[in-house]
């Protein structure tokens, strides 16, 4: 099993990007995978939208296939495991999360054949390298997909197993990879399975001022730590999306209300029977104080390795929480924070 301590994402690459060889070439380049390493971290997770690789009619791309080859190929220089993470399927895209018109996948039994497809390409093409993660789907959000995403992935990772029957295999719940939602998954047989989890709590502080939620405008600047009772009012304006803090026993905001939240993704693995558990993304937007960010992601990772969790920094480069946005001080003492 690879191992994955402290990573960073490279998202807005091959991901929630303008699709172009010119933007691919330029936006992330070999020399960047060395700075990561440099700067300490121990691997990266690529983001990977479908059109990387298929035509919206299915057909191969590829030059997709090779750039990923190119990409695995840096990684491999500077001894960096690589999580290959699906972040928009055909028919699915966690942005459009309720549009039954647009996320056909969980409904379209053509559409989850052309996923699982999908899937056996990629194993094929990559299955040769020992450093190599599958993540099967980023984010699948809206709760009556629980079951369908369980018979899906039942599926993909059968059909992977069939071509890379060691290759790391990754995925998580619904409601945007929460902790809470783990408990909902089937139970892990696969030693070569990875439990995923994303860590954005509490959602009212680490995406404060975001500007794809219009309702954070109603709440503004949000500090922490801070008094619980000032989180409860505003997560109660976000409705289901701050249904943790309303539903948290901590009397006060700080590292015993992270503690609680992970330790939700610990106990639900172990029930599972899942031996491993990681963090594909957490962070905080560029927009929050860059003191109470720095406060956030201390006690983050202090409660990631109390409970011996990988993780994976969100983001290397712009993205609203590339480590690139703040100043040269914050930007460094973030580093220093998150790397091994």
């Given at each position: 099993m690879i191992q994955l301590r402290r990573g960073i994402n490279l998202g807005g690459f091959l991901s929630q990007c303008v699709h172009t060889r010119a933007h691919y070439d330029s936006f992330i380049v070999r020399d960047d995978i060395k700075r990561i390493k440099d700067m300490g971290y121990d691997h990266v997770r690529l983001p990977?939208?479908?059109?990387?690789?298929?035509?919206?009619?299915?057909?191969?791309?590829?030059?997709?296939?090779?750039?990923?080859?190119?990409?695995?190929?840096w990684t491999r220089e500077y001894d960096l495991p690589v999580i290959l993470d699906?972040?928009?399927?055909?028919?699915?895209?966690?942005?459009?999360?309720?549009?039954?018109?647009?996320?056909?996948?969980?409904?379209?039994?053509?559409?989850?054949?052309?996923?699982?497809?999908?899937?056996?390409?990629?194993?094929?093409?990559?299955?040769?390298?020992?450093?190599?993660?599958?993540?099967?789907?980023?984010?699948?959000?809206?709760?009556?997909?629980?079951?369908?995403?369980?018979?899906?992935?039942?599926?993909?990772?059968?059909?992977?197993?069939?071509?890379?029957?060691?290759?790391?295999?990754?995925?998580?719940?619904?409601?945007?990879?929460s902790a809470d939602t783990i408990r909902l998954l089937e139970p892990v047989t696969d030693p070569n399975v990875i439990v995923t989890f994303h860590f954005y709590e509490p959602l009212v502080f680490t995406h404060q001022h975001a500007h794809w939620m219009p309702v954070m405008e109603q709440i503004g600047d949000v500090y922490y730590p801070d008094d619980m009772s000032r989180y409860r009012h505003n997560s109660d304006i976000l409705g289901g999306q701050g249904e943790t803090v309303l539903a948290s026993k901590c009397d006060h905001m700080d590292i015993e209300y992270l503690r609680e939240m992970v330790q939700i993704a610990v106990d639900s693995a172990r029930e599972l029977g899942?031996?491993?558990?990681?963090?594909?993304?957490?962070?905080?937007?560029?927009?929050?104080?860059?003191?109470?960010?720095?406060?956030?992601?201390a006690d983050t990772i202090q409660v990631f390795k109390e409970n011996n969790i990988g993780c994976a920094l969100w983001s290397y480069k712009l993205m609203d929480f590339g480590i690139d946005l703040w100043d040269t001080t914050t930007s460094q003492k973030l580093v220093d924070l998150t790397r091994c």
């Open positions: 990977i939208d479908y059109e990387v690789f298929e035509t919206e009619d299915g057909e191969r791309i590829g030059e997709g296939y090779n750039r990923v080859h190119e990409i695995i190929g699906l972040h928009r399927a055909y028919g699915y895209d966690f942005n459009d999360a309720g549009d039954d018109a647009k996320n056909m996948l969980f409904s379209d039994e053509a559409v989850q054949d052309r996923f699982v497809r999908l899937w056996e390409n990629i194993a094929r093409e990559y299955m040769q390298y020992d450093n190599v993660a599958f993540e099967l789907l980023n984010e699948v959000v809206e709760d009556k997909n629980a079951d369908a995403w369980n018979r899906l992935i039942a599926r993909a990772l059968s059909a992977i197993r069939a071509i890379a029957p060691d290759t790391p295999v990754i995925y998580g719940g619904i409601k945007w990879n899942a031996k491993h558990l990681y963090v594909g993304e957490y962070g905080v937007i560029d927009k929050a104080p860059a003191g109470d960010m720095l406060r956030w992601m």
